[in-house]
Nanobody, 121 residues
Framework: QVQLVESGGGLVQAGGSLRLSCAAS????????MGWYRQAPGKQRELVASITSGGKADYVDSVRGRFTISRDNAKNTIYLQMNTLKPEDTAVYYC???????????????WGQGTQVTVSS
């Protein structure tokens, strides 16, 4: 059974840094694009950063230059390095895999459980 497990969230002061990790476990053949989303209270979930299997990254304008997404395909893991954090970055951060190929089939739009990031002013 495939799982996406996020870690690395927490409480940090404005200007600080956090590094999130998302590890996919289970019988996995391949994973295509993956991404980090976030959802603040009362707001819609938004895409923060995405990365293809080949390592091409893209970012929402509000985090560009502050956040860096990366992946380790051998470990089926992606990371989000978040620097110069702002209070408006406070949200639950979710990891998503667009397509996971397993020995028995394909899973689409697979989500992790989320990790809380809180930035105090």
């Amino acid at each position: 059974q495939v799982q996406l497990v996020e870690s690395g969230g927490g409480l940090v002061q404005a200007g600080g840094s956090l590094r999130l990790s998302c590890a996919a476990s289970g019988s996995i053949v391949s994973i295509n694009a993956m991404g980090w989303y976030r959802q603040a209270p009362g707001k819609q979930r938004e895409l923060v950063a995405s990365i293809t299997s080949g390592g091409k990254a893209d970012y929402v304008d509000s985090v560009r230059g502050r956040f860096t997404i990366s992946r380790d395909n051998a470990k089926n893991t992606i990371y989000l390095q978040m620097n110069t954090l702002k209070p408006e970055d406070t949200a639950v951060y979710y990891c998503k895999a667009g397509r996971i190929v397993t020995p028995t089939g394909i899973e689409y739009d697979f989500w992790g459980q989320g990790t809380q990031v809180t930035v105090s002013s």
